[in-house]
């Protein structure tokens, strides 16, 4: 006949649920199941923890809320972060981060723009001509990606 096997834990473990608890000791994070360390990484590897805690959700381990609950994070990140990792696996969590670059300011755009400036046409003419919203022309001024000339010349 099978023996039940107790779920017996280690000293001055935080439980996550009845089958998986963690322990912070000497800077690092181990996670156990039962008496068995299953995993660990650094105190301060945010990816590393929220690849292994959406892993747990995706195999069944632990609910979000549990997750929520034991590390003392957001309902709303757990869900963002088991997103990235049914989407991409464990991968996602270590790729650089996209961010949209310039999509209206694009490098021959400015050079454009820039020289049209240093002919001393108002920044309004260039915007209109290159048809690019004025607030976004006076944003890039304002970062200084563009010049305005010293001197300008009035319409008549």
């Known amino acids: 006949m099978p023996q039940l096997l107790f779920p017996i834990f280690p000293e001055g473990v935080s439980f996550i649920n009845a089958n998986l608890a963690f322990k912070k000791e000497d800077g690092k994070i181990f996670y156990f199941q039962r008496d ?12 590393t923890f929220r690849m292994i805690t959406s892993q747990f959700y995706v195999n069944g381990v632990v609910t979000q809320a ?15 972060a088991v997103k990235v990792f049914k989407e991409k696996g464990a991968k996602g969590f270590y790729e650089p ?8 300011l694009t490098p021959v755009v400015i050079e454009t723009a820039q020289s049209l400036l240093d002919q001393g046409i108002i920044a309004n003419e260039v915007a209109e001509n290159l048809g690019i919203k004025k607030d976004t022309f006076y944003k890039a001024i304002k970062a ?11 319409k008549l």
């Open 36 to 47: 068995l360390p299953i995993f660990s990484h650094d105190e301060n590897d945010v990816a």
């Open 66 to 80: 549990e997750i929520a609950k034991a590390f003392g994070v957001t309902p709303i990140s757990v869900k963002r």
């Open 97 to 104: 981060r996209q961010f949209r670059g310039a999509g209206v």
């Open 144 to 154: 200084g990606r563009l010049h305005e000339s010293k001197k300008k010349t009035l």
